[in-house]
């Protein structure tokens, strides 16, 4: 690529996937400006789990130890019945710190990202209505989500469709020791219902409940549904949710695009995040494989001729893997929503059958990954004058 002046990209949306598109594209030397509809960078989202693979892309884009120093690393991860009993448990080698997945608040992610990137690249209150059949820039980037407009202009075809469930999610107050000092991610399988907890850095647990419902119901009160609903299950739940803020919990209908329907390109326009791939959040890997996604893409952008081959080349590295994961993530929500007793009973145990070496192998396999490296652009040397 002519490297003359500093090719310029626009990206469109400023979430996980906007910011760390915008953040590798500056790495290797682009010009970016991030357009995002809101009037501030969405901080919400109660917490995330990160695994290794998202580390590796942060480490690239030069804020892992940034991301680490807000986050829990978690021992492993378990899953239960309602009464509490263990269906399975996956433990990390306590040595290997970097191959432990991290539970960390939303809201840091994004202000580590956003503080690296500096204010300058962000323009607030920008929305995108409707895409130009020419970009303005040398590079159109659609980072805006599930609905994405760039999308539209891109893979009209795509829909998101929704998947039958929601999920409340929320804060509580305190870290691993709100959780009896266990640092693991806990699941809970019931009926058609699950919850989970994670420690999320030194002040601060990350809990979420998902429940079968009907698309767009809602409650008056949404915390008092979730403990009604989960009133009976293991503790420390109830308990936990008794420290949750009235007012703080989040509620969404979960909706994904077809896996592999998507075009991830068109021209000099390309899709990152939950735009190209939005899936359901069994794996707990949307968020990873839009970091993903901003670290091959930067890599294509500062290594191929064109922009064209490298668009091309990152929708080929790209769409095995997003595609496999959000089916895999699918499978996950169809077991982990079984209703039926009989049903629940063979599931129940299926899992406890399982070795943990090849939970581990599960987990594994989309946390293994390792991104290309990218590497700023050497500067070019300063004449001073004697
Ligand atoms: C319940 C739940 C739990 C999850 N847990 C995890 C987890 O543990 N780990 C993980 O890795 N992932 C997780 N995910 C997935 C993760 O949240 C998403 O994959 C990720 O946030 C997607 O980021 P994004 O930037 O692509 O999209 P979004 O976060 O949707 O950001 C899109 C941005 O674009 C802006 N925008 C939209 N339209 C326009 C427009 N026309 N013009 C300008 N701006 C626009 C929006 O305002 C928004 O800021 C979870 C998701 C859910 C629903």
Redesign the pocket.
Known sequence: MDRGTAPAAVV???????LATALALQRVGWQVTV????DAL?RG?AG???WPN?MRCLAELGIAEAVRSRSTPLTGSVIRRADGRVLSRVTVDARAVGARPLGIVRADLVEALASALGPEVLRLG????AVAAEPAADLLVG???????VRTSISPDAQPGFRGYT?W?ALVPGGADALGGEAELSETWGAGMRFGMVPAGPDATYV?AAATTAQGARSDDELAEVRRRYADWHPPIADVLSRVEPGSVLR?D?FDLPPGRTRLHNGRRVL????AH?ME?NL?????L?IEDAVVLAHALSTRPSIEDALTDYAAARAPRVTALARQSRQIGRFARLERRGAIGIRDLAMRAIPDRLARRAVGAAADWCPPLIAPPIAPPTHQET
Do not use: K, M, W
């Open positions: 469109v949306g400023g979430g996980i996937g906007g357009r995002e509809r809101r969405d989202g995330l789990v990160l998202a920008d929305p995108v209505t980072a805006d989500g599930v609905r994405s407009v999920v999610r979420y969404h979960i990152v995040g939950d735009a939005a959040p707990g890997q949307g968020a990873g839009a």
